[in-house]
């Protein structure tokens, strides 16, 4: 079940909140917001639900055993490793068993083939929450959880279990029993919400529509500014699928009482590839940085080591995406870029003028989008190839073949316009007046989407497949 859909707008959200809101008590709240997360979750896979229960388990106990054995290190660290261990296995199992015995098998043949295992939804951001409560609690840095359901509250709170952001304990270790819900917040949740909605449902949608055009269409009739242009339509698509589904998750946490932190902030603005790893993404980078690259020892080492330490968290934070090369080799991109930027580059892009600083980071950005994207390894040496060698679109079949892409293309000055901090400077209504011209915009976009919604099949999340 996906938050674009009428299923959800019209079933599901309607079916937790006014329920929600009509009960007073934190407990039965709680436990109404866990049995329809867990019916949410079970929705497309309900098979799933089990390894997700089974990884909450393991959690949970290791968690009681690593706080009853704090007065034996040794045996508290075992406790704390092999709550890791078989946490991190069910992800390893169920999404790069088969990708790693594949690579095994095309250097060694085995003669042994591994029946396919299908990828539960969401499991890399599920096990990545589990991870950080466990890690953050035998750093000292949270609780133990001693009610099971409450910790499976917080892997499995339907707003960011599918596609994130990925919510530290931390976060909200207090909410859980001590968030208090007031309008306001529901308001603006609302707003927030759909906006994430409208960037989803009317840009990223319409601008997916070209690059999924060009890339599975002729290749003989598509040159070199077409597929140029298929690049920037999915820099685009991916920008505002996954901060549209982040803003909605967090929309909906906040209608809740939870107050999740921002995943995006209009990465498109930076200056260096540096800077847009602050800005896209920021709950899965800074989860790497706290419980990878800081623990290895960051930039706190001899250069060597500090490179070693940019390219394993870089090809984690590819290998993280999916189990691919293409993904490999899109997060070794930028352990490169980064590397090159934090030696070199960085000094250079410092003394030239801002707006070149910006043309070169979204022109490296957008190349990296390429590596991300296309995962058949010929498909993307032609693509690369056609993309710097200069090759003529035959525009009248194009056009023929493919009339809709003009009217996808009108949509990138909107795509443009809004991957800037743009409606932050709109400014605001005042009084009553104000107030409710503000709240019918609301309710057109909201119409907006509902009807495309209704008169279109395309409908696709990018980040689910994580």
């Known amino acids: 079940m996906v938050f674009s859909s009428l299923t959800f707008l019209y079933l599901f959200l309607p079916l937790v909140v006014l329920p929600y ?67 991190t296995a069910n992800l390893l199992v169920f999404k790069y068993a088969n990708f790693l015995w594949d690579t ?124 140029w242009l298929a690049s920037v339509a999915y820099t685009m698509q991916i920008y505002f699928d996954f901060s549209g589904y982040s803003d909605m998750a967090i929309g909906l946490g906040r209608m809740f009482g939870f107050h999740f932190l921002e995943n995006f902030n209009y990465p498109y603005l930076s200056r260096s590839a540096t800077e847009f790893w602050r800005r896209w993404h920021i709950s899965l980078s800074s989860w790497f940085r706290d419980y990878i690259y800081i623990p290895l020892g960051g930039s706190r080492v001899s250069r060597p080591k500090w490179v070693r330490n940019i390219f394993i968290v870089w090809g984690l934070t590819g290998f993280w995406h999916g189990a691919a090369w293409n993904f490999l080799l899109w997060g070794l991109y930028y352990g490169v870029l980064l590397v090159v930027e934090k030696f ?81 400077k709109l400014p605001r209504p005042k009084g009553w007046k104000g107030a409710l011209a503000a709240d019918l915009g609301y309710g057109i976009l909201l119409m907006l989407c509902i009807l495309y919604i209704l008169s279109s099949s395309y409908n696709p999340f990018i980040y689910f497949r994580f």
């Open 344 to 424: 070199w580059l960085g000094k250079v892009l410092d003394k030239l003028p801002s707006v070149l600083r910006w043309f070169y980071t979204f022109f490296v950005v957008n190349l990296g989008w390429v590596f991300f994207h296309l995962s058949d390894p010929a498909f993307l040496s032609y693509a690369l190839h056609v993309m710097f060698r200069w090759q003529a679109t035959d525009w009248p079949r194009v056009l023929t073949a493919n009339s809709d892409i003009l009217l996808g293309i009108l949509w990138f000055p909107l795509a443009f316009l809004f991957s800037f901090p743009v409606w932050k």
């Open 21 to 87: 809101f009509l009960v007073k008590n934190r407990t039965w709240r709680n436990g109404l917001l866990l049995v329809l997360s867990l019916f949410f979750y079970a929705w497309g896979e309900p098979k799933y639900v089990v390894m997700m229960l089974a990884a909450t388990v393991v959690a949970y106990a290791g968690g009681l055993a690593i706080e009853t054995l704090r007065g034996r290190p040794k045996a508290c660290k075992v406790a704390f490793v092999l709550t890791v261990c078989l946490v």
């Open 104 to 227: 095994l098998n095309s250097i060694v043949s085995t003669g042994v083939t591994l029946p396919t295992i299908a990828l539960p939804i969401g499991i890399s951001f599920y096990t990545f929450q589990i991870l950080s409560y466990v890690i953050d609690l035998y750093w000292g840095k949270v609780h133990v959880q001693r009610n099971f359901f409450y910790l499976l509250l917080y892997v499995s709170f339907f707003p960011q279990l599918i596609a994130g952001p990925i919510v530290r304990y931390s976060t909200i270790e207090d909410e859980i029993l001590h968030r208090k819900e007031t309008w306001g917040d529901v308001e603006a949740g609302l707003k927030r919400f759909l906006l994430g909605l409208a960037k989803k449902v009317l840009i990223a949608n319409n601008v997916a529509a070209i690059a999924d055009m060009i890339y599975q269409g002729n290749q003989s009739i598509y040159g070199t500014a077409l597929y």
